[in-house]
Structures are given as structure tokens and as C-alpha cells.
């Protein structure tokens, strides 16, 4: 259809309508970083309804727009409510479903996902021939808005039974490489996590031991020695360590001691990896920590 649009209605040639076709997906970058600050409501069943009626109604505006700078704004504006709409969806998803089920609960959002896709393919070249390259916009997108409004109440349901985790969310959020991660990946990670009282003077990690958790501090501080040298700098709040053993399987290169009573949020190994390793960012970040530990034996397990 949009190939269709951009010839038949704008007049446009190949290159014209490859930019009328990316403009969606520029949208939808402005639309994700926009999804990414309105993920961290605590109530997402207007945010994935707004998304969606967006997404619809401007797909059915472009059927009046008969200019290239208004196609453009309108396209736009669908594939920002598309990522609006798929950002707090499955961050609303990952509120409501246990940690078993959600492989097959992400399965089959994709599954409907791509089926959406296939009947839109079929029905489009039928729509263009009874509606005409620009008015066969108006049924798809007023439908998916339509649809969007019913299903409203069923969103609504999901959000009553939302898990919020917003402390362990913003602790974790301080900590590389955990910044960069999207809000769906963030609150599982959160959703995990574990808080941990510590009296003062407990060793939470002994060098030479091997390790199985990540450790980010929320208050108190900690000493770090190695070879039974302490280390000049505390650990402190939104500080983490204990990622050395975890990314290298081998045993911690340090020993941390609460110096005060201290709580900390603790992250199992899976967890852990699986963000790690995940991310372009968090691989690079993984990396640039191997790099720095071979260069200097004295750098703490975190």
C-alpha cells in the first residue's frame, strides 16, 4: 500500500517511496525513546491504548493527505504509536506473567503479531482495487483503532494484576550496563532481584570463593581488599561488583566487607548473564571490564 500511495497519489518515483516507507521507522525511534520514559508508569493500559488508537488513526489519515510533507508527518505518527504500542505492551506483559510462562507468552504475541501481518498483506492489494491507493488507508486504520478502544478493558484487567518493583528499578538503573536496557528487560531484571541486609562487618564475598550472585549497594558501605590489602575506595550507593566471577566462571578476585549495616539487591548468575550478553551495550561494557582486569591484577570483583 505504501508503495502504492507514494506513486499513484504523490507522484513519487523508487527513491521517493523508499523515504515515504522509512519515515514510519524513523517515528518509530522517536517513538521507542518516547515509550521508554512512559514504560515507567504505574499504569500502562492508557499508554498501550493511546499507542494503538494513534497508530490507527493516523494510518487512516493518510488517505488525506495528498502531499508529500503531511504524508510524511502522518506516517510518522503511526510508526511512533506503533512503538508506543509494542514498548508498554510487552512491558505490561512482563508485569503479569510469571518468569515460566513468559517465553510462551512472548511467542504467541509474536505469532498474532505476524499473522496481523499476513491478513493486512492480503487484504491491502483488495482494498487498494475497491478503495483506491489512498482511501484504503481508512479501513485498516480506523479497524485497528477500533479495535484497540474494544479490547481496552481487557488491558485494563492486566494492569490490576501489574507486579511493580519501582525501587529495585531505579537501584538497578544506576548500574552499567543495566542503564541502556529497555523497560521490559529492566523490570524482569528487577522483578528477580533479591534484597539483602547486611550487619557490619560481614563478609559478603571472600576472595577465592566462587561466586554465583551480582551485589548493587542500596545503602551502608563497603571495604574492598585484595590479598589482604584494602583498597583506598568504599563501595557505595548504586555501586555494583561481584561481575568478574560471574562473566569469567572463575573465583572472586576480591574480598568486600559491609563497613557499616548495609542492604544490598542481589542478582542471580542467570539473570545477570542473560542481560549481559543480550546487549550490544552490555557486552562492550563486559569486555571493556575484561580488558581493565588484565591490565591491572589489583582491580576489585567489581
Given at each position: 500500500m505504501g508503495?502504492?500511495?507514494?506513486?499513484?497519489?504523490?507522484?513519487?518515483?523508487?527513491?521517493?517511496?523508499?523515504?515515504?516507507?522509512?519515515?514510519?521507522?524513523?517515528?518509530?525511534?522517536?517513538g521507542g525513546a518516547l515509550a521508554g520514559v512512559l514504560a515507567v508508569r504505574p499504569r500502562l493500559a492508557p499508554v498501550v491504548a493511546a499507542g494503538a488508537v494513534l497508530e490507527g488513526l493516523a494510518f487512516a489519515a493518510v488517505a488525506v493527505t495528498h502531499a508529500l510533507a503531511p504524508a510524511l508527518v502522518v506516517l510518522a505518527l503511526c510508526g511512533a504509536g506503533g512503538a508506543v504500542l509494542l514498548v508498554s505492551g510487552r512491558t505490561l506483559l512482563q508485569r503479569t506473567t510469571e518468569d515460566g510462562a513468559l517465553a510462551r507468552v512472548f511467542a504467541?504475541?509474536?505469532?498474532?503479531?505476524?499473522?496481523?501481518?499476513?491478513?493486512?498483506?492480503?487484504?491491502?492489494?483488495?482494498?487498494?482495487?475497491?478503495?483506491?491507493?489512498?482511501?484504503?488507508f481508512i479501513p485498516l486504520g480506523v479497524g485497528a483503532a477500533l479495535v484497540a478502544i474494544a479490547c481496552a478493558l481487557i488491558v485494563r484487567r492486566l494492569d490490576d494484576r501489574a507486579?511493580?518493583?519501582?525501587?529495585?528499578?531505579?537501584?538497578?538503573?544506576?548500574?552499567?550496563?543495566?542503564?541502556?536496557?529497555p523497560p521490559y528487560d529492566l523490570e524482569r531484571l528487577a522483578r528477580n532481584?533479591?534484597?539483602?541486609?547486611?550487619?557490619?562487618?560481614?563478609?559478603?564475598?571472600?576472595?577465592g570463593q566462587p561466586g554465583a550472585l551480582f551485589y548493587i549497594v542500596d545503602s551502608?558501605?563497603?571495604?574492598?581488599?585484595?590479598?589482604?590489602?584494602?583498597?583506598?575506595?568504599?563501595?557505595?550507593?548504586?555501586?555494583?561488583?561481584?561481575?568478574?566471577?560471574?562473566?569469567?566462571?572463575?573465583?572472586?578476585?576480591?574480598?568486600?566487607?559491609?563497613?557499616?549495616?548495609?542492604?544490598?539487591?542481589?542478582?542471580?548468575?542467570?539473570?545477570?548473564?542473560a542481560v549481559v550478553t543480550g546487549s550490544v551495550d552490555g557486552r562492550a561494557w563486559a569486555?571493556?571490564?575484561?580488558?581493565?582486569?588484565?591490565?591491572?591484577?589489583?582491580?576489585?570483583?567489581g
Open positions: 508503495m502504492s500511495f507514494a506513486e499513484s497519489v504523490l507522484d513519487l518515483d523508487a527513491s521517493g517511496a523508499g523515504l515515504v516507507i522509512g519515515v514510519v521507522g524513523i517515528g518509530a525511534m522517536v504467541v504475541q509474536e505469532g498474532v503479531s505476524l499473522l496481523g501481518v499476513a491478513v493486512g498483506a492480503a487484504l491491502a492489494p483488495i482494498l487498494v482495487r475497491q478503495w483506491g491507493s489512498a482511501n484504503a507486579v511493580l518493583v519501582p525501587a529495585q528499578i531505579e537501584l538497578i538503573r544506576q548500574v552499567a550496563p543495566f542503564a541502556a536496557l532481584a533479591d534484597w539483602l541486609s547486611v550487619p557490619a562487618g560481614t563478609e559478603v564475598i571472600r576472595q551502608g558501605e563497603f571495604t574492598v581488599s585484595v590479598d589482604s590489602q584494602v583498597l583506598p575506595k568504599r563501595l557505595a550507593r548504586g555501586d555494583g561488583f561481584g561481575e568478574l566471577a560471574l562473566l569469567r566462571s572463575e573465583p572472586r578476585s576480591a574480598t568486600v566487607t559491609a563497613a557499616t549495616d548495609a542492604t544490598l539487591l542481589t542478582v542471580g548468575r542467570e539473570e545477570f548473564l569486555e571493556e571490564l575484561s580488558r581493565r582486569h588484565a591490565g591491572h591484577a589489583g582491580l576489585p570483583d
